[in-house]
T-cell receptor
């Protein structure tokens, strides 16, 4: 089945030790997003790619970087994780930005998430 | 205030109906969505409604949209323990492909 796969599902790191989370998709969707999700909070968009075009949210810390080497893969790099970066990180895709799926809705397909723990 | 607001918790008895409510602020919202998140998993689309509709029904799910009051609700008939999850309301405006999510409502179904 076509899907969005995130690895690892669980990542434990030490304070300040770099971490890379990966996302792969077999849907051939143009748009890929990275969200940070903390308990009882709305998923917070960190950045997204529309094809190769990178779009950073204004309030995303410089500590967070992303790479999209090809359509299928996208990576989230956290250069120096702090305790406040412990969260679930969600990758999502969207077939066509602005025109979306059936009827024009922008339906996102999410991966299962990567849970980051910082010690 | 937040763009999309939801209450954080809802507790219902198995077999009863659940109604999860959401309010949004932008009257130009084009599509409104309900996503479900089960423990340890990502968000999964349940249903969505276009802004020119008042109601959409899909099996046990009924979505009601009141554009005047900017209010969206999700009714789950005959709620089962498997419906226990967090339900997120989201909106997208015009041609934007960046939806705005609410904080999610945690639905607890007890026997």
């Amino acid at each position: 089945d076509a899907m969005v796969i995130q690895n690892p599902r669980y990542q434990v790191t030490q304070f300040g030790k770099p971490v890379t989370l990966s996302c792969s998709q077999t849907l051939n969707h143009n748009v890929m997003y990275w969200y940070q999700q903390k308990s009882s909070q709305a998923p917070k968009l960190l950045f997204h790619y529309y094809d190769k075009d990178f779009n950073n949210e204004a309030d995303t810390p410089d500590n967070f970087q992303s790479r999209r080497p090809n359509t299928s893969f996208c990576f989230l790099d956290i250069r120096s994780p702090g305790l406040g970066d412990a969260a679930m990180y969600l990758c999502a895709t969207n077939p066509r930005g602005g025109q979306g799926g059936p009827g024009g809705a922008n339906v996102l397909t999410f991966g299962a998430g990567s849970r980051l723990t910082v010690l | 205030g937040e763009d999309v607001e939801q209450s954080l918790f809802l507790s219902v008895r198995e077999g009863d109906s659940s109604v999860i409510n959401c309010t949004y602020t932008d009257s130009s919202s084009t599509y409104l969505y309900w996503y479900k998140q089960e423990p340890g998993a990502g968000l999964q689309l349940l249903t969505y409604i276009f802004s020119n509709m008042d109601m959409k029904q899909d099996q046990r799910l009924t979505v009601l949209l009141n554009k005047k009051d900017k209010h969206l609700s999700l009714r789950i008939a005959d709620t089962q323990t498997g419906d226990s999850a967090i339900y997120f309301c989201a909106e997208s405006i015009g041609g934007s492909y960046i939806p705005t999510f609410g904080r999610g409502t945690s639905l607890i179904v007890h026997p």
